[in-house]
């Protein structure tokens, strides 16, 4: 998907949050979301991905 795209959507979700009431964040690409608790901020170092394989 163009960079064009993706801000045209974010300016969408930006306009739909703030006319229900919610908030929109904005985060770099590489924070490790995955790894931190949304209601504390623990940031976990280790994460076991499951399901995940490699073939070599």
Known sequence: MP???WATFATFLTYKAVWIGK???KIARWYPSSKTFSGCGFKREYFRQRG???TD
């Open 52 to 54: 995940k394989t490699t």
């Open 23 to 25: 908030e929109v964040r």
């Open 3 to 5: 960079h064009s795209c």
